[in-house]
């Protein structure tokens, strides 16, 4: 499995961004986003299993969304509202842990990561 992530950009407080993930090979049980600012560790941002089931942290919760199109294997990160706290490297993974949500919040349970993509909100 390889991911392809992108969309990532500089942007303004209370801007929009879309990030995309594009998956190839077979298919998994579950995608998930995660970033990592400077200095701190990696966290989790949101996960979509295979049949549809979604979890937010708490941070990005109401003003974040998650989604797929199957069509084109392909996950997105819809991010509005944004502030500077969300300025991190995105990450997008895939995992084949199964669809536990406590799981599915910890990177280590994900074996397929992108490459990340730079996420910048300016105040």
């Known amino acids: 499995v390889q991911l392809q992530a992108s969309g990532g950009g500089l942007v303004q407080t209370g801007d929009s961004l879309r990030l995309s993930c594009t998956a190839s090979?077979?298919?998994?049980?579950?995608e998930g986003w995660f970033r990592q600012a400077p200095g701190k560790e990696r966290e989790f941002v949101a996960t979509i299993t295979w049949n549809g089931r979604i979890d937010y942290a708490n941070s990005v919760k109401g003003r974040f969304t998650i989604s797929r199109d199957a069509s084109k294997n392909t996950v997105y990160l819809q991010m509005n509202s944004m502030k500077p706290e969300d300025t991190s490297v995105y990450y997008c993974?895939?995992?084949?842990?199964?669809?536990?949500?406590?799981?599915?919040?910890?990177?280590?349970?994900?074996?397929?990561w992108g490459q990340g993509t730079q996420v910048t909100v300016s105040s």
């Open positions: 993974a895939s995992s084949d842990y199964g669809t536990d949500a406590d799981a599915l919040r910890l990177s280590w349970n994900y074996k397929y």
């Open positions: 090979g077979r298919p998994t049980f579950a």
